[in-house]
């Protein structure tokens, strides 16, 4: 039910497609860093069947305790299916290391697509630049796009909040005080790693599902944390 990863003309990366009539539900969960009891505590909440997908939007390790039991979750099953984010990346690239992962492990995350796709959204760690088209986006860009002003991380507009073009984006990477939502972009780091929540969002219902940890496992500046806005209605 859920296909390979793929090469995608318009996003230049690795793109797994899937279908969305093949699941009964499909759950898109935020950033884990390696909180394991934390992610445990949020799929007792929604308990998805085997007919029922749960999609992550990357950053599953490194910062929390158990990079590698987060990693153990998404592979032992099936529905589980996770893009990359840019902390996998820096595993792929060699910069930063996890002696509990396998080697079995690794060539997994080397696996891991950049994009997944369904109906009209798409998930992608970092963001999507939507003055270009996608297939002139750097792989640097999905997996760490928040500010559309050039070398701004945080600096806005941040593209989310200034998004009004399908497909709808599902994505995480840049810490929110709270989920965001939109109809064409959807954020999910709620900063569990950093003593904020672990959140997913419910797709047939739309509704936010969301889980406190049981302690911080890193400090953030709250200068680093996003209070994210709505942007205002196109005008007529």
Not at 154 to 163: K, L, S
Request: aromatic letters at 8%; a negative charge; charged letters at 25%.
């Amino acid at each position: 039910m859920v296909s390979p990863p793929t090469f995608h003309p318009d996003l230049g990366a690795s793109h797994q497609r899937i279908h969305g009539d093949d699941w009964e539900e499909i759950y898109v969960v935020g950033d884990v860093h390696g909180c394991r009891p934390t992610l445990e505590r949020l799929l007792t909440r929604l308990d998805p069947t085997a007919d029922e997908l749960v999609v992550f939007v990357g950053d599953l390790v490194r910062k929390g305790p158990d990079s590698a039991g987060v990693v153990d979750i998404v592979r032992q099953h099936p529905n589980f299916i996770t893009v990359r984010g840019n902390n996998e990346q820096k595993i792929i690239d060699g910069r930063k290391s996890l002696p509990s992962l396998t080697d079995d492990d690794l060539s997994w995350i080397a696996s891991l697509p950049v994009a997944i796709s369904w109906d009209d959204s798409l998930v992608v760690h970092g963001g999507v630049d939507h003055r270009k088209p996608l297939a002139e986006h750097e792989l640097t860009e999905l997996l760490n796009m928040r500010s559309l002003v050039p070398d701004g991380s945080y600096d806005r507009p941040y593209w989310f909040e200034t998004r009004r073009d399908d497909p709808r984006i599902f994505f995480g990477h840049t810490v929110l005080s709270e989920p965001f939502e939109t109809p064409t972009a959807v954020g999910l780091d709620t900063g569990c790693v950093y003593g904020g929540q672990l959140t997913a969002y419910q797709c047939s219902t739309g509704e936010f599902v969301t889980v406190a940890p049981e302690t911080t496992h890193e400090d953030r500046s709250s200068d680093s944390i996003v209070d994210p806005e709505r942007a205002p209605p196109t005008s007529s």
